[in-house]
């Protein structure tokens, strides 16, 4: 059966098959179509180890994340998703510049896939690199339920290491006998830092540890999958080398203050040569909240000698086809990220924003996408842009724009001397952040904070490009 466009959403009792082995490839596609098959349903998995309950969850193709899907950059793919669940949904491809048909917002760029049908996603990754995807519709329970996997683009050519790893951080909220606990969109919540829960999965377990070798040299990819938890990571008795951030290339550099810090949606590849010695054991720490320091995982090295030594291959992964945004020639705007929580203002009277306490620019857009959202800026096509976001709030915002690319070019003022790209910028209380890119994907992109309360409740608007 050949698919066109047009015949996008099937009715219920398509003939798609739920779940199964994937990739599969259908015979009468495009030859290199590569094509993946995600069922988001209810499951239970075990996220809490051996002797502990299980956990009902809502999974693409049963699985806590879902499937890692790996694409080749310039390769085309199809991802058909069915939904199992007993409600819309819509999968947002983050950080992957696609058209906007593609992109997986409901209401805004495609209707939602309701119970029992199908939407056929196709699109070429432009880019390598570390991508994710996730729901668009009810985001707060369908992501914080577990839905959410990795999207991996490889390179034409990686760059030489021994292991490739993926890191996917979730962030859950259990109760004493592991099921997750009720209680989304709780509005105390929604105006501070959002959901954030109680138990960390990697990969979805719990993680205990991951055995090294002395002198290998590993590629970590690392997500942050949370609603709302921003971590902060130490890797006792390494170096790591981040090489790049939400999938983009960066000039190779340590961490800041040797510490990897990531909100929620961001991503960081890191290069880290294991150069602890044999038979020990190496903490792997969070201490992003202040007083609530805890280890995330252990690297624990085999006994064996260590294998050759790997330092002098080449760390610089190849770049991607961006385009320079042009400053001199940019439309500068102002978006001022407003509401929440104060110090001190516990009895803001937030009745009269009609369940909004986040607004941007004195706007507030709720929910997770709809028709006629009007957008706060239009853009010709190939403008170079840039947006100074200013953090008037208390708390800590990772914004995310769709479709594009954006270098962060300055922070407080002060030039950014990395310059590097991102899709996630994330902006702490009461600073400011400048971000610059080319307007270049036609269409109408979400432009939103994606700690998922701030989102739903206001914290989100949407960019035109004409
Ligand atoms: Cu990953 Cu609109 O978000
Ligand atoms: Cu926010």
């Known amino acids: 059966m050949r698919v066109s466009r047009r015949a996008l959403v099937m009715g219920a009792g398509a003939a798609v098959a739920a779940g199964g082995v994937f990739p599969v490839r259908s015979s009468f596609a495009e030859p290199a179509t590569k094509e993946y098959r995600l069922t988001p349903k209810p499951a239970t998995v075990n996220l809490t180890g051996k002797g502990h309950s299980d956990t009902d969850v809502w999974a693409y193709n049963g699985a806590v994340p879902g499937p890692e899907l790996r694409v080749r950059q310039g390769e085309p793919v199809r991802l058909v998703v069915s939904n199992n669940l007993g409600e819309e949904t819509t999968v947002h491809w983050h950080g992957v510049r696609l058209p906007n048909a593609m992109d997986g917002v409901p209401g805004l760029t495609q209707p939602p896939i309701r119970p029992g049908e199908s939407f056929y996603y196709e699109f070429t990754p432009r880019d390598a690199g570390t991508f994710w995807y996730h729901p668009h519709a009810d985001s707060l329970q369908q992501l914080g339920l577990g839905l959410a996997g990795a999207l991996i683009v490889e390179e034409r050519e990686p760059v030489a290491v021994d292991h490739d790893l993926l890191w996917f951080i979730q962030d859950w909220r259990l109760d004493g006998e592991s099921r997750i606990a009720p209680g989304f969109g709780n509005r105390m919540e929604a105006s501070m830092s959002g959901r954030i829960g109680n138990k960390i999965t990697i990969n979805g377990r719990n993680p205990d540890r991951v055995s090294a070798r002395a002198g290998e040299r590993i590629r970590l990819r690392l997500a942050n999958a949370a609603l709302a938890r921003i971590v902060g990571l130490r890797f006792e008795g390494h170096k790591p080398v981040i090489v790049a951030y939400d999938g983009q290339p960066c000039a190779p550099h340590p961490p800041e203050a040797d510490r990897v810090v990531l ?95 986040w607004a941007m620019n004195g706007m507030s857009m709720t929910g997770d996408g709809q028709p006629d959202m009007p957008p706060l800026f239009t853009f010709k096509r190939g403008q170079s842009c840039v947006l100074a976001l200013r953090n008037e709030t208390a708390w800590w915002h990772p914004m995310h724009l769709h479709g594009h690319s954006f270098r962060v070019i300055s922070r407080n003022g002060k030039p950014n001397e990395l310059r590097e790209w991102r899709d996630t910028v994330l902006v702490p209380a009461r600073e400011s952040a400048e971000i610059a890119f080319v307007a270049d994907n036609p269409g109408d992109w979400m432009f939103h904070c994606h700690v998922t309360d701030h989102q739903e409740a206001g914290m989100m608007t949407v960019i035109r490009v004409a």
């Open 263 to 357: 909100g929620p949606a961001m991503r960081a590849d890191l290069i880290i040569d294991m150069d602890g010695e044999p038979g020990q054991t190496y903490r792997v720490t969070d201490d992003f909240y202040q007083d609530l320091a805890y280890k995330l995982v252990d690297f624990v090295y085999a006994s064996e000698k260590p294998i050759r030594d790997t330092r002098d291959r080449q760390l610089k992964l190849p770049a991607n086809p961006l385009t320079e945004p042009d400053l001199a020639a940019a439309e500068r705007h102002e978006i001022a990220l407003q509401g929440g929580m104060a110090g001190g203002m516990s009895g803001m009277d937030m009745s009269g924003m009609g369940g909004a306490t």
